[in-house]
């Protein structure tokens, strides 16, 4: 193929891990998954677009002479293609090269039409013989939850303005374009961290005289949760839209803005945001209940242009806003008291209850469970009987 | 027979002329049950006020010994999907009753957490199986009950129990267990009941099982040890302006203790006055604490709402209401 019908972002990819910028950690831990494999048996890279994850994997897979089998979103990946392409792959040996990395790009693209898709990928890693590497933009979906659960999870960081800077100016150089440090580092800028989309851009204005760059012809990326929540805590205007740029559910961000609002706002503010994310929740309560789907439209003000505004003037300063936790925490919890759960159940069938009651009442309840000719009318284990004991 | 140890059902009644409290219900209800044909009913009321031991009476004055052939409890705080009005609700609902009676009960417990597509579901199995089955739902707050299934059923709205009525119960089983009362514990055990006579029962069993000997200073430590205690530790973060300990502690409280948000909310609502701070600012929080409990019952995630509720304290704690 000749050189000049490449585009730059396939001509100037990196093919070892030298060539990968900014991404040091990342590369540590990708080299410690393919040295430790079967211990982790898949990985999964996730970040913002444009960062790097593909090309990470495609120089992995050079350093270690390892032939890559790739299956992107453009492939169908419902449960029998997966289990008639992928699976067979897993199991047999390469041909030509030492070993073999199966790439999965893009699973967040494992979309509803892909019918079991999601439970075969995990089937597929419990019992692959080569490790699988698969990228995507957002691994805390709750869908990918099975999967996160089964891999390495690796974040991706945005790439710096820095960085993408001498990357660009390294292949102004190489193409001789000639163009000012000034002209480079906005293009970066109107990037927001995506290379790819910096080099696309670069290529763009490889052959016209074009010394500015507009830059408010943003690229219409999409918007991640971080740069979401920072503008909405940061900046005090009236937000109507901004949650339509992502693709992030309203009630996934709702329980971002749930953690995150103590973090940036203290009294006032913090009270009338809880305000608006309390009627936020409201209307979301009557969308489900009433299928109202028009009510959507309060929902998306509150938790928008409501969070913004509870302050008085805008902020400043970097805050680290973090993960929901509250989903994690419960399920742990759910894990905790599983045997609380088991004896209620018992209980709550013999005196025509219910499960969550006797749950509720259980501190009481544990001084009647204590009895012998309750413990054994109930058949409670010996496990039971001492979690009452303890309690 | 096998004499059952759990005092909610060894003493539960199972005759009409047991039951206290609710009289005009049961006088309505034994009619209908007399004539060995009940329409559908929907018991609405605060728990602990006889609506499951009314079902269970109406099936064994209907079924006599046979009762436990003809009748399917489901509780739908724990089965709350459609799968179980379209699975076994069915499945029960379709097969003949064999009895001299040509129906069979369902007795759907707590149906108010039925999600509102098992609801819809449920509206059809009622009109369709009517010759072969009767349902009788219970729930605390019959406006989570769509309208179709209301307008198909006898609706009885069951009230606290009074003073009188609770300590009636407990006078009876502290005689057939011989227990010493002394004429404090019974005012105690009302006062911590509040009108739930299964937790006025539960509560007395508890006690006994310490010491025969119940007195309101023993009871008051039974329900200090049961209480969610934590809730003061909660506030006291939120009023000290930190927010995110506050909040920390309380799901850790909610979590732990599996305590719903409407008992939490309870809670608080109590220990506002007991708090340092201004009146006037008590009635606003007041007035809070009572919006967060009606958006908990109408829906909502109750967690989030709470924040809110925090996010109110911590404005309180600077003496500001918002």
Same mark, same amino acid.
């Given at each position: 193929m000749k050189e000049e019908s490449l585009n730059f972002v396939e001509k100037y990819r990196p093919d070892s891990f030298s060539g990968i910028i900014g991404q040091e950690e990342a590369i540590k831990s990708i080299r410690v998954f393919l040295d430790e494999f079967p211990k982790k048996k898949a990985m999964l890279l996730h970040g913002p677009a444009g960062t790097g994850k593909t090309s990470m994997v495609l120089a992995a897979a050079k350093e270690k002479d390892c032939e890559v089998l790739e299956l992107n +979103? +453009?492939?169908?990946?419902?449960r029998a293609k997966l289990e008639s392409i992928l699976k067979p792959a897993t199991l047999q040996q390469s041909l030509f090269k030492k070993g073999k990395i199966l790439l999965m790009d893009e699973v967040d693209g494992v979309t509803g039409t892909d019918i079991g898709g999601i439970p075969e990928l995990v089937r597929i890693i419990s019992e692959t013989k080569y490790p699988i590497i698969m990228t995507c933009n957002d691994a805390w979906q709750s869908k990918m939850a099975p999967v996160r659960a089964k891999s390495k999870v690796i974040e991706i960081k945005q790439i710096s303005i820095g960085d993408i800077v001498s990357i660009l100016s390294r292949i102004s150089e190489a193409e001789s374009l000639n163009k000012e440090p000034l002209f480079l580092k906005q293009i970066a800028i109107k990037s927001q961290g995506d290379l790819r989309a910096a080099i696309n851009d670069l290529q763009s204005y490889a052959s016209g005289e074009a010394s500015v760059v507009d830059s408010s012809e943003k690229r219409d990326v999409e918007q991640n949760i971080f740069v979401i929540l920072r503008r909405l805590f940061k900046e005090r205007a009236p937000f109507l839209d901004i949650l339509d740029t992502t693709s992030i559910s309203l009630d996934e961000i709702l329980l971002w803005l749930e953690e995150n609002i103590p973090k940036e706002y203290k009294n006032e503010a913090l009270a009338k945001a809880y305000y608006a994310l309390g009627n936020a929740d409201v209307f979301r309560g009557r969308i489900y209940r009433k299928q109202s789907w028009r009510f959507l439209v309060y929902q998306n003000i509150f938790q928008s242009a409501g969070i913004s505004l509870a302050k008085n003037e805008s902020l400043s300063g970097f805050t680290k806003y973090e993960r929901p936790k509250r989903i994690l925490r419960i399920w742990i919890n759910n894990q905790k008291i599983e045997k609380k759960k088991t004896i209620s159940k018992k209980f709550a069938s013999y005196v025509h209850c219910s499960t969550k009651r006797a749950m509720r009442d259980f501190e009481l309840l544990k001084y009647i469970l204590r009895k012998d000719e309750v413990q054994k009318k109930l058949r409670m284990s010996e496990e039971e009987i001492e979690y009452v004991r303890e309690k | 027979m096998n004499e059952v140890d759990v005092w909610t059902e060894k003493y539960r009644p199972s005759k009409f002329e047991d039951v206290v409290g609710q009289q005009e219900i049961l006088k309505r209800v034994k009619s209908m049950v007399l004539s060995m044909n009940i329409p559908h009913f929907l018991f609405a009321g605060p728990a602990g006020t006889g609506k499951s031991t009314l079902a269970l009476i109406i099936v064994k004055e209907l079924f006599g010994d046979k009762w436990k052939d003809n009748y399917l409890e489901l509780n739908a705080s724990d089965e709350r999907g459609i799968d179980v009005v379209r699975q076994k609700v069915k499945d029960f609902a379709r097969t003949k009753a064999i009895e001299k009676i040509p129906f069979k009960v369902i007795f759907l417990d707590e149906a108010d957490a039925l999600t509102r597509e098992a609801q819809q579901a449920l509206r059809r199995t009622m009109e369709n199986y009517t010759s072969t089955c009767r349902f009788i739902m219970s729930c605390n707050y019959s406006s989570q009950i769509i309208d179709p299934i209301q307008s198909r059923c006898v609706v009885f709205r069951f009230k606290l129990l009074e003073k009188k009525d609770i300590i009636q119960v407990i006078k009876k089983i502290a005689e057939r267990e011989k227990l010493s009362m002394k004429e404090d514990s019974f005012e105690a055990l009302y006062e911590a009941s509040e009108g739930d006579c299964r937790r006025a029962i539960n509560l007395l069993q508890a006690t006994a099982s310490i010491s025969p000997d119940i007195s309101a200073e023993m009871i008051n430590m039974i329900v200090s040890y049961s209480r969610p205690k934590d809730i003061k530790v909660v506030l006291d973060y939120a009023l000290a302006g930190d927010f995110i300990n506050a909040r920390e502690k309380l799901l850790d409280v909610m979590l732990k203790e599996s305590i719903s948000g409407v008992d939490i909310i309870k809670a608080i609502q109590k220990e506002i006055w007991n708090l340092q701070i201004e009146p006037e600012i008590k009635v606003r929080l007041t007035e809070k604490t009572g919006e967060t409990e009606f958006r908990m019952i109408e829906g909502s995630d109750e967690f989030v709402q709470l924040q809110a509720l925090l996010a109110s304290f911590v404005l309180a704690g600077q003496g500001k209401a918002n």
């Open positions: +979103s +453009s492939d169908f990946r419902n | -």
